[in-house]
């Protein structure tokens, strides 16, 4: 008796668990990529949520990179031009860092980038 009632509490958690729970790309994004794309992704990720170390501005890179970011702040959706501020990235990012960012945004939010 006592397992039947385990067994319909553990079977009714898992599934309502795995039907609720939230997928952490909730919202339409695309599957996280595989291989290589996926290091991108996260990368991409990282910069975006700013949960890594930049570099000091680069005044060299800062207009070029303030255009970029400026293009990239755009093409998100309304809530989230609210809660992030790319263009403040402007000259603290390398190249890898804002190439991984444009293939984050492109999967992410299903965008469509121009190339420039």
Same mark, same amino acid.
Request: aromatic share 12%; no cysteine; proline share 5%.
């Given at each position: 008796?006592? /397992?039947?009632?385990?067994?319909?509490?553990?079977?009714?958690?898992?599934?309502?668990?795995?039907?609720?729970?939230?997928?952490?790309? &909730?919202?339409?994004?695309?599957?996280?990529?595989? &291989? +290589?794309? $996926?290091?991108?992704?996260?990368?991409? +990720?990282? %910069?975006?949520?700013?949960?890594?170390?930049?570099?000091?501005?680069? %005044?060299?890179?800062? %207009?070029?990179?303030?255009?970029?970011?400026?293009?990239?702040? &755009?093409?998100?959706?309304?809530?989230?031009? $609210? $809660?992030?501020?790319?263009?403040?990235?402007?000259? /603290?990012?390398?190249?890898?860092?804002?190439?991984?960012?444009?293939?984050?945004?492109?999967? $992410?939010?299903? %965008?469509?980038?121009? +190339? /420039?």
């Amino acid at each position: 008796m006592y /397992k039947k009632i385990f067994l319909f509490l553990f079977l009714f958690t898992f599934v309502s668990v795995s039907l609720y729970s939230s997928g952490g790309m &909730g919202g339409g994004g695309g599957p996280i990529p595989q &291989g +290589k794309d $996926r290091e991108k992704f996260h990368l991409g +990720k990282a %910069v975006y949520n700013q949960e890594i170390e930049l570099f000091p501005i680069d %005044v060299s890179k800062e %207009v070029a990179q303030a255009e970029k970011l400026e293009y990239l702040q &755009g093409a998100l959706p309304n809530p989230e031009k $609210r $809660r992030v501020t790319l263009p403040n990235l402007a000259g /603290k990012l390398s190249d890898l860092q804002i190439e991984a960012l444009e293939y984050f945004i492109s999967v $992410r939010f299903n %965008v469509k980038l121009e +190339k /420039k």
